[in-house]
């Protein structure tokens, strides 16, 4: 599984909300489609494993619609119990985060099973290609082929096969100005599917001198954003959505998604917590809404 960093803090009161930048205010145009609002489960930890149904009706109880996965908690077996539990409390399943033996050879057809079972079509790769994305061009080429054989046998099932990149995949590659992520999408099936974490990129862009915001990073791959990580990185990664210490341009985010992505959802991940997670998760959700998301 990836390597996961910080969190900072939770609580946000409507002070703080007025003080923040105003481009960070990005309400939606009179009739354009509000993009809904997931949770990735890993942002709850173990606390959503001890008692699953418990803990998504919690999460419905917040104000998300849907849920992403980061396995699904001894289920595999009878994703059918799975899915009674998302429809339940009336949420939907968007994709899951999963590892890439699992889109590859017969684990894929297992994989896609589930996944339907649950109501989604979107496998994604959540890290563990850092090594070859990043060591050369040549790597990079390599894996993008691999990736493309999984994209298209996964179109035969039904189903989509994506990435996501951490800081690491947007820096550039041996002294070029060609980052590991573009090089890979470059050279990729067009139907993988490009989950940036705004995050990561927007970390890479501050703190590593990266050209490419986050929103010129989805816009870069048009229709391929399908499902995007929305966290927020101020001087400490991974702080909750819209707090004090963001610094993501939040408005520039939310027209690339609509504009270029092809955006179905957007996905809340937290990385640390300074109280709990369901805290953090809450605050999050509260946020989003306080700048018209």
């Known amino acids: 599984m990836m390597n996961r960093r910080s969190f900072l803090q939770a609580g946000l009161g409507a002070a703080a909300v007025a003080s923040l930048p105003s481009s960070l205010f990005a309400a939606y145009k009179k009739g354009e489609k509000r993009i809904p609002i997931a949770l990735q489960l890993y942002s709850l930890r173990t606390v959503a494993g001890q008692d699953v149904p418990a803990a998504l009706k919690k999460v419905a109880e917040m104000?998300?619609?849907?849920?992403?996965?980061?396995?699904?908690?001894?289920?595999?077996?009878?994703?059918q119990e799975l899915r009674k539990m998302l429809d339940d409390v009336g949420l939907k399943a968007t994709s899951t985060h999963i590892g890439f033996g699992a889109i590859q050879g017969d684990a894929l057809k297992k994989?896609?099973?589930?996944?339907?079972?649950?109501?989604?079509?979107k496998l994604i790769v959540p890290g563990g290609l850092e090594g070859r994305i990043r060591a050369s061009h040549d790597s990079n080429k390599k894996i993008a082929e691999e990736m493309s054989k999984c994209a298209e046998e996964a179109a035969k099932l039904d189903c989509l096969v994506g990435f996501h990149g951490h800081t690491g995949d947007f820096l550039y590659i041996n002294g070029t100005e060609d980052s590991a992520w573009t090089t890979f999408f470059?050279?990729?099936?067009?139907?993988?599917?490009?989950?940036?974490?705004?995050?990561?990129?927007?970390?890479?862009?501050?703190?590593?001198?990266?050209?490419?915001?986050?929103?010129?990073?989805?816009?870069?791959?048009?229709?391929?954003?399908?499902?995007?990580?929305?966290?927020?990185?101020?001087?400490?990664?991974?702080?909750?959505?819209?707090?004090?210490?963001?610094?993501?341009d939040w408005a520039s985010v939310l027209d690339a998604c609509r504009e270029k992505g092809g955006t179905e959802w957007f996905v809340v991940e937290q990385e640390q917590f300074k109280v709990n997670p369901?805290?953090?998760?809450?605050?999050?959700?509260?946020?989003?809404k306080k700048i018209g998301w």
């Open 63 to 79: 104000g998300y619609e849907g849920v992403e996965f980061a396995g699904y908690y001894g289920f595999d077996g009878k994703p």
């Open 111 to 121: 994989s896609a099973e589930i996944a339907h079972a649950l109501g989604f079509n």
């Open 186 to 248: 470059n050279n990729c099936d067009e139907r993988v599917i490009a989950q940036v974490d705004v995050g990561w990129a927007n970390n890479a862009m501050r703190k590593h001198g990266i050209k490419l915001t986050p929103a010129e990073t989805i816009a870069a791959l048009p229709g391929r954003g399908k499902c995007i990580h929305i966290k927020s990185n101020g001087d400490v990664h991974g702080c909750a959505v819209a707090d004090s210490d963001d610094k993501v």
């Open 278 to 288: 369901w805290e953090s998760a809450k605050d999050c959700i509260d946020n989003l």
